[in-house]
């Protein structure tokens, strides 16, 4: 029994960033590729694997390539529903794959990068349909396969940035051909095609010195693929036919030689190489042991020209999939006993098979239970793996090391190689899902942001009451308290402010306020936000005439945001701590009518208002955890209008009840992005989460003349957060 024996028939290893056919339909069935639990958009694995891309691509340890990938940036589609990221460059700023394009008219290859945060639609050879499978170092040069004109077959197809255009890589006489692999510069692409008559099926190496196909190919059979090439495009790896059909054997295919060499198996029928280092000194995969009781994970090595059975976790089974740059780290999956289930490994010369888990335990990450399924990609140094976990997850599990600290005012994408500082981080185990939902469960301007809207329209959402005679002054104090839930974050928020009015000739008001706010949200996994800031707001109120009163209100904050942003390390709690200078400033203009009508004894006052807020936080670098990131400076902006009413009903001399109900509706469909870069790792970038479009607020209070002068307590409650937000409003105001 073989019960996660990948398809031998229609496995494709995608070598330098690239996805196999087989992990792309893994990936898939896991849903590792859903947007809001829907199957939609392409993930960019550029978010969490880059950082091994960047050492596999460069050092050529394609075998390492990742092949599960995250969801860290939504790339979008070409017009159509659907897209897939298949491939990701060495420093994960350009992702390849396919998607639908408009109208359902076919499935096209794209290239998107970080600079234009697009896809562009790479085309076709004629046909209908094309799909991106390979990118290489710089990401300028990509390969896959299209249909021809009338999609009268598939061609393996080379793109370049140079050209803007599909080159036709041609077949080895056959009909269909496809591309599976390419090296770091680009100039060598490897695949398989038909030969004459499609009689069979060959490994094939391409490159742009000849500009045509050479056929690998066999071991004395009639068919072979090619799965990976090493760095320079130098040596093949893949499976190929023996005579008489008596097995499928891995192959090493090399320039020197120009033949393959027969890797042998353990002792059984067949192997099948996936994975080559750099230099392509070592190659890794599996094969049947003796009787063909079982497939074993092997290591070949050119020094002992001989396969080494890695052995099992205690079970029947075990497959390598990558092999990181220097060859002595071997990463892939394994029974751990019988009817166990399988678990990711790491293999070295000194430990031998182990679990990831294990692995990851052994340097103090608290694991309950064994949580991997399947290890895919290893980093150059071997320190980096990644895979998918039990519960159908990406995971990066990353071992101790040190870390830079790049300057967080500069751009992700520009950051200095020169010396900078540096941190050590512990070992830890990355759950892909729940740490994009760390990235984006922060308040961080979305906070600002409530507690901008609270001043402007909290404590000065009663313009009325503020107006004043000719010749008049007053003096205030307004405070603001309650409870807020996001999403994503719950907690507590106030505000106090002080202020003077001055009544003018000719119906006017001016005010001026001052004031500090704090809140915290607490958010998952022990994470917690904690904002505090201070503020002016002037005002200045025209009693138009009618009982119509005009107010033009501003605001100007400043302050600092503390975030300890919560994440799982393998299943217990860890954080990291970050600290950012925030500024946010807006301006209202209201419109009130002033005792419109009355119900009885009740006067009602309608309103309407625009309300714009300008948020932003600077960018920061965090410390401590195992996974600390450096977030980029970002930016929100509200444009919202509200309409609603105020109604006064006496109850006393001293004495009124007041009510307030309106509705408001944001322009803006979503909140700000995130991005920046997983120390150590690769950069990421998230669209901005949903807003509450449409949203209303109710309020409740009494308003009460106290001394020599008057005030108004309220309670109000609003859905504009997504969930509710509740606070107490309470004014006392003495005029002179």
């Known amino acids: 029994m073989t019960p996660f024996k990948p398809n031998h028939g229609e496995f494709r290893f995608a070598a330098p960033g690239t996805m196999d056919a087989e992990a792309l339909r893994l990936s898939k069935v896991a849903g590792l590729f859903t947007k809001q639990a829907r199957l939609r958009n392409a993930i960019s694995y550029a978010g969490i694997l880059g950082f091994g891309l960047t050492a596999s691509m460069a050092t050529g340890a394609f075998a390492g390539s990742v092949t599960t990938p995250g969801s860290y940036s939504d790339l979008g589609t070409l017009g159509g529903t659907n897209s897939y990221a298949t491939g990701v460059n060495a420093d994960g700023s350009v992702v390849v794959g396919y998607a639908g394009t408009a109208n359902n008219a076919g499935v096209h290859a794209f290239r998107w990068t970080t600079t234009t945060n697009a896809m562009t639609d790479l085309g076709t050879l004629g ?10 170092a710089d990401g300028s040069v990509v390969v896959g396969y299209a249909n021809t004109t009338n999609n009268a077959a598939r061609h393996a197809f080379r793109w370049t940035t140079t050209t803007n255009a599909m080159t036709d890589l041609g077949t080895l006489g056959g009909t269909n051909s496809s591309a599976t692999g390419i090296n770091v510069d680009g100039t060598v692409v490897v695949g398989y095609a038909n030969t004459p008559n499609d009689a069979a099926q060959r490994a094939f190496r391409w490159t742009t010195t000849t500009n ?89 090595t050119t020094s002992t020209n001989a396969m080494t059975d890695l052995g099992t976790l205690g079970g029947t089974n075990s497959y390598a999939y990558g092999v990181n740059a220097d060859g002595s780290v071997v990463v892939g999956q394994a ?15 000194a430990s031998n098979m182990v679990s990831v888990d294990d692995w990851l335990r052994a340097q103090g990450v608290t694991l309950v239970s064994d949580v991997t399924v399947e290890a895919r990609g290893v980093s150059a140094d071997g320190n980096v793996i990644v895979g998918t976990l039990q519960n159908g997850h990406a995971f990066i599990a990353r071992g101790a090391t040190t870390v830079t600290t790049p300057d967080p005012t500069v751009p992700h994408q520009t950051v200095p190689a020169q010396t900078v500082p540096t941190q050590t981080v512990s070992a830890g185990l990355m759950d892909v899902t729940n740490f994009q939902q ?110 119509v009163v005009a107010t033009l209100s501003g605001y100007f904050n400043w302050g600092k945001a503390d975030i300890r942003r919560g994440y799982l390390n393998g299943t217990a709690n860890d954080s990291s701590f970050g600290s950012a ?72 001399d001293n004495l009124g009840l007041v009510t307030r109900l309106e509705y408001g509706h944001r322009f803006e469909k979503a909140g700000a992005g995130v991005s920046g870069q997983i120390l150590g790792l690769s950069a990421f970038s998230l669209d901005g989460a949903s807003v509450q479009q449409d949203f209303v607020r109710g309020g409740l209070g009494v308003s009460y003349k106290l001394g020599n002068g008057d005030g108004l307590v309220m309670v109000n409650s609003s859905n504009q957060t997504g969930k509710n937000t509740t606070w107490l409003s309470a004014s006392y105001r003495v005029k002179f």
């Open 212 to 300: 045509t196909m050479t056929d690998l190919g066999t071991l004395g059979g009639t068919s072979s693929s090619a799965t990976g090439v090493n760095a320079d495009g130098s040596v093949v790896v893949g499976h190929a036919g023996t005579a008489n059909n008596a097995g499928v054997h891995a192959f090493r295919w090399t320039t020197t030689t120009n033949a393959m060499t027969d890797l042998g198996t353990l002792g059984g029928t067949d192997s099948y190489a996936y994975g080559v280092n750099a230099d392509g000194s070592v190659v890794v995969g599996y094969a049947n042991t003796t009787n063909n009781a079982a497939l074993h994970a092997f290591r070949w």
């Open 127 to 136: 046909g209908t349909d094309s799909y991106a499978y390979g990118v290489n």
């Open 438 to 547: 760390s990235l984006v469960s922060a308040p961080r301007v979305s906070g600002q942001l409530q507690n901008a809207d609270v001043a402007i329209n909290g404590a000065h959402s009663s313009p009325l009451f503020m107006l004043l005679d000719a010749g008049q002054s007053s003096v205030w104090f307004t405070g603001d308290g309650g409870y807020t839930s996001m999403r994503s974050a719950q907690g507590g928020l106030g505000a106090g402010e002080f202020g003077f009015g001055r009544g003018i000739e000719g119906g006017w008001t001016v005010r001026l306020a001052g004031g500090g706010q704090y809140g915290r949200m607490d958010t998952p996994n022990a994470g917690n936000s904690v904002f505090s800031s201070g503020y002016v707001a002037p005002d200045v109120s025209y009693a138009v005439g009618g009982g």
């Open 581 to 652: 200078a925030t500024q946010t400033y807006g301006v209202r203009a209201r419109v009130d009518w002033q005792d419109a009508f009355k119900l009885a004894s009740t006067g009602v006052s309608p309103f309407v208002s625009y309300t714009y807020l300008n948020s932003q936080m600077n960018g920061y670098t965090e410390t401590g955890g195992s996974f600390p990131v450096r977030f980029d400076g970002s930016r929100e902006i509200s444009n919202t209008v509200r309409i609603g009413a105020d109604a006064r009903t006496p109850l006393t």
């Open 335 to 349: 029974l751990a006993t019988i009817n166990a289930g399988s678990r990711a490994f790491r293999w070295t010369q």
